[in-house]
């Protein structure tokens, strides 16, 4: 079946640093793909998404890149603050449950000053 | 006006009852979506549907089932609540069709099963 895998965390840096958050998949054909975060005691935010092959989702300095050949979209930020703090979640769209999304593990990230 | 909403946002109760979230979106939706995410952040698709289907994760217990009265409504209906139902249960909408199949969630309701 369709999966996600994103790197295992918590991930600390320091302010100013730059993040990358892994992300790959396995899915039968081509799904879109996301990356959702969720700050503290909230629910999830839509933070960027790509459709297809070599589509760049991009938001609040937030990119990642949908990678056919490596089945990767992993997150990328070239300078984190504290606010980044929160768990990212990466997902596919899942046609085999009815669109719903197909979360990985998510990955805690805190910034520190 | 916030797009998805849950009710309650906290639920705390004894093993054995019977309890209901209720979700509701203002956003025009075809699709909600009824997610779990446990102690450890993970997160897991429980219900979707829409006006025309019911899918269900093979893995949720019949005790757990959908009720939606419209279509800008989604309530979690559980039964006989068990320890290991204790979780944070997240209600998102979508459009179902590409490209405006964007999912919104909720604020989420943590229940906690005493």
């Known amino acids: 079946g369709n999966s996600v895998t994103q790197m295992e965390g918590p991930v600390t840096l320091s302010e100013e640093a730059f993040l990358t958050i892994n992300c790959t998949y396995t899915a039968t054909g081509y799904p879109s793909l996301f990356w959702y975060v969720q700050y503290p005691g909230e629910g999830l935010q839509l933070l960027l998404k790509a459709t297809k092959a070599d589509d760049k989702g991009s938001n609040k300095g937030f990119e990642a890149t949908y990678r056919k050949e490596t089945t990767s979209f992993h997150l990328e930020k070239g300078s984190v603050q504290v606010s980044d703090s929160a768990v990212y979640f990466c997902a596919l769209r899942d046609s085999n449950s009815g669109y719903a999304l197909n979360f990985g593990k998510g990955t805690s990230l805190l910034v520190t000053p | 006006d916030t797009a998805v909403s849950q009710t309650p946002k906290y639920l705390v109760t004894q093993m054995g009852n019977d309890k209901s979230i209720k979700c509701e979106q203002n956003l025009g939706h075809d699709t909600m979506y009824w997610y779990k995410q446990d102690s450890k952040k993970f997160l897991k698709i429980m219900f979707s549907y829409n006006n025309k289907e019911l899918i269900i994760n093979e893995t949720v217990p019949n005790r757990f089932s959908p009720k939606s009265p419209d279509k800008a409504h989604l309530n979690l209906h559980i039964n006989s609540l068990e320890l290991g139902d204790s979780a944070v249960y997240f209600c998102?909408?979508?459009?179902?069709?590409?490209?405006?199949?964007?999912?919104?969630f909720g604020a989420g309701t943590r229940l906690s099963v005493l």
């Open positions: 998102a909408s979508s459009h179902q069709r590409e490209p405006k199949n964007i999912q919104y």
